[in-house]
């Protein structure tokens, strides 16, 4: 999405989702959530955001306030940038990696029982943000790597969670910790950990 794409959809929920707006606004939008796309063209998301005004950012939710809506707005001014090179790979490298590695080490231990227990947590709380005791700041995920730890991380991707990673990588890594950036869904694995 373009900044000035974005900057609409911000304002038309900054104008409609003033206090007391209705959520059943957007009955129609969620019984047809499969057919929305993502308009293409200012004229598109105009034409789109006039059919129905509660499609606004936030969706669903109450207007942003004053403050939080003209720190978007500049950095949509100053065209949405993300964190510089340097800025990444700080992010990247986690602050206590001797805490890391030893969960590393727990997970990747190729004794049967513990690779079956690895499997087991991996199954269950793939999709959590982890917070090590270490490091209450950071937020890692729990991911299946084909490269073994200490290496920039390479996800196996699997249909299913429970899908055996063996069939995807020639190194078994069945647990590596990937440190996620601060993002939409915390989701964003980078190398370095």
């Known amino acids: 999405m373009n900044g000035s794409l974005m900057h609409r959809v911000l304002a038309a929920g900054s104008a409609f989702n003033q206090p007391g707006f209705s959520r059943e606004a957007l009955a129609p939008v969620y019984a047809g959530r499969y057919a929305y796309g993502c308009p293409s063209t200012v004229a598109a998301l ?3 955001l006039a059919q129905n005004p509660a499609q ?4 669903g939710l109450p207007a942003l306030d004053g403050q939080d809506f003209d720190t978007l707005t500049r950095w949509i001014g100053a065209g949405a940038p993300g964190p510089t090179e340097p800025e990444r790979q700080a992010a990247a490298r986690p602050a206590h990696p001797e805490a890391v590695a030893r969960w590393e080490t727990f997970f990747n231990d190729p004794d049967p029982r513990r690779r079956l227990v690895s499997r087991y947590i991996y199954d269950h709380v793939y999709l959590a943000s982890i917070v090590l005791e ?7 995920r729990l991911v299946r790597s084909s490269t073994p730890p200490g290496e920039p991380v390479v996800i196996i991707g699997t249909a299913l969670p429970y899908d055996d990673p063996l069939a ?10 990937a440190r996620s950036l601060v993002d939409a869904a915390h989701a964003t694995a980078v190398p370095g950990t």
Do not use: K, S, V
């Not at 606004?56 to 969706?59: D, E, I, L, T, W």
């Not at 995807?168 to 910790?177: K, Q, T």
């Open 168 to 177: 995807y990588a020639a190194i078994p890594n069945l647990g590596g910790i």
């Open 134 to 140: 270490e490091d209450p700041q950071t937020h890692f």
């Open 56 to 59: 606004g950012m936030p969706f």
């Open 46 to 48: 105009d034409a789109q």
